[in-house]
């Protein structure tokens, strides 16, 4: 009986520790819900218990994953802002990237348009290649 009324006043502290747990392993704290499921079947729920502790053993994600960043790393704030230089770089190499693209594009249209008034068939980059400048 004691057993049972310690038990269901940890409950709360036990999920938001295996939670986190998992989301250090990169896996859903979802599955902890399938863990205490299985877990109230007898045969199952022993080799269950057997599985998740192996688990459990296991170090967790280096660096960043898709829960956050490491709780082991020395110096989180320094990582977190790291991982907001990395996107913001990447987001600017994307936007720089999609512009080159649509100048690509402007310039096939202006020199489809040239073509239509001068009757050429070459084309910017063509004369480029053929190292004629200026035409």
Known sequence: MLFS????????????????RFHDLNASGWIFLVWII?????????????????????QGTEGENKYG????????????????EERQ???NEERARREAEREKVRR???AGREQEYTGSSRTDDQYEILGVRGI
């Open 5 to 20: 009324v310690f038990g269901f006043l940890l409950f709360p502290a036990t999920t938001g520790v295996t939670v986190r």
């Open 38 to 58: 299985l877990l109230a079947i007898p045969v199952v729920g022993f080799f269950t218990w057997i599985a998740f502790l192996l688990w459990f053993c296991f």
């Open 69 to 84: 960043a490491d709780p082991l790393c020395a110096d989180t704030h320094y990582n977190e802002s790291k991982a907001q």
């Open 89 to 91: 770089r990447r987001k």
């Open 108 to 110: 096939d249209q202006d």
